[in-house]
């Protein structure tokens, strides 16, 4: 009687997956930077930064402009034409979000799916 007090040898489980959206703006993790509101000093910079670029001036002479009157990087780095392209982009995203704030999504379940695994 090999089978009598033995455990079962497979085990089933239902899987799924929930994802869930939100606009809400946070800080990143070191609280240091981010947020919802801009500094002075970072609002002054997007400001500058989009004039020169609306003038025409592409993101490698804008950062060559920058450095030339000392403004560094909310890190204090130098500017290079890629950190100038970042400034643009994420205050575009942010006043997407900050537009969408009080919109709220549905949570979205994936297929479920049933597992048979060995103990």
């Not at 929930?18 to 800080?27: A, E, G």
């Not at 100038?84 to 997407?96: D, I, P, T």
Request: net charge positive.
């Amino acid at each position: 009687m090999s089978g009598e007090n033995s455990e079962p040898k497979y085990s089933n489980y239902l899987c799924f997956v929930v994802s869930v959206q939100t606009n809400k703006l946070m800080r990143e993790y070191g609280g240091k930077y981010g947020g919802i509101a801009y500094t002075e000093s970072q609002q002054q910079t997007h400001d500058l930064i989009k004039s020169l670029h609306e003038s025409g001036l592409g993101y490698r002479r804008i950062a060559h402009h920058l450095n030339s009157k000392n403004i560094t990087t909310l890190t204090g780095k130098e500017w290079k034409g890629n950190h100038v392209f970042a400034v643009l982009k994420r205050y575009r995203q942010r006043e997407e979000r900050l537009s969408r704030r009080e919109e709220v999504f549905k949570p979205e379940i994936s297929k479920f799916e049933v597992r048979w695994e060995r103990n």
